[in-house]
């Protein structure tokens, strides 16, 4: 995979893309990441990036010239209704507050791409042609509004990259963490829980169970008896519960989103008796 970031500040990308799975990605050929300085495509003794707004209002706009020469001096990033197209190997997206939310789905759907451009926003925002004429998505990484798009950027980067095949070490851990959903490619939407690449428990989109390592005993906190007793029925069950619990205290919306089993919803009205 191939991946571009559009930037006024390309120095700040010079810790992400040194450490942890990025850097082994990179290290190892998985991926190719190019960081691009827009005020190199200015065209005045300023390097000026940015004007006020038609119309009046606060704050600056990243102009459109910039972004579009520099997207344009690859020569290989298909036109936008190219990559508009279901089967496009290749997304342009624009970092912006409004944007659709970032989620697991997402970045499961962008590592399977071949080329990602990442626009990083500034200021009030961007020229709106930018999102109409060269960006094929908008993003955003959460609802709150950051300085610019370089974290955004830099999220998704990470998030993306730990997806592509060989970039995690064991890849099933990608598949049983929080957020990813329960059903994988090759998979019906109906399988069975048993069906699932592990012999204890997934995440199946909800929040990923707690764990536990040495000691056993810290400070008399002791990790819990049925991860040590070797039974994995039990274990998987009580880590199952133990999903539902921390899914239905921190993120009860999640409960809506995933497919509960007979037995998930058993446990949940334990859970809800059990809270009372």
Not at 4 to 15: A, E, K, S
Not at 128 to 149: K, Q, T, W
Not at 188 to 205: F, I, K, M
Request: with cysteine.
């Amino acid at each position: 995979m191939k991946i571009d970031i559009l930037t006024i500040f390309p120095d700040f990308f010079r810790g992400p893309l040194d450490y942890g799975i990025v850097r082994r990605a990179r290290e190892t050929g998985l991926v190719e990441i190019g960081i691009h300085d827009l005020r190199a495509f200015t065209k005045d003794k300023h390097r000026t990036v940015d004007d006020r707004p038609f119309g009046g209002g606060e704050g600056m706009v990243l102009k459109p010239e910039p972004i579009f020469e520099c997207l344009e001096s690859f020569g290989d990033v298909a036109p936008r209704e190219v990559r508009l197209a279901a089967d496009a190997k290749q997304s342009v997206i624009l970092l912006s507050a409004q944007g659709c939310r970032l989620s697991q789905s997402l970045a499961t759907e962008l590592s399977t791409l071949h080329r990602i451009v990442l626009i990083c926003g500034r200021y009030e925002g961007v020229d709106e042609r930018i999102s109409e004429h060269l960006a094929d998505r908008e993003v955003s990484i959460g609802d709150y509004v950051l300085s610019g798009g370089e974290l955004g950027a830099a999220v998704i980067l990470d998030t993306v990259t730990r997806l592509i095949p060989g970039a995690v070490g064991n890849q099933n851990s990608t598949r049983q963490e929080s957020f990813t959903k329960q059903v994988f490619e090759g998979e019906e939407a109906d399988a069975p829980l048993d069906s699932e690449p592990s012999s204890t428990c997934v995440s199946g989109g909800l929040l990923d169970y707690p764990h536990y390592t040495r000691p056993a005993d810290f400070r008399g906190m002791a990790v819990p008896e049925v991860l040590m007793n070797g039974n994995h029925d039990q274990i998987r069950s009580w880590r199952r519960k133990t999903a539902l619990a921390k899914t239905l205290r921190n993120r009860p919306d999640l409960l809506e989103r995933v497919r509960l089993t007979a037995e998930d919803k058993e446990l949940l009205e334990q859970i809800k008796l059990d809270q009372a």
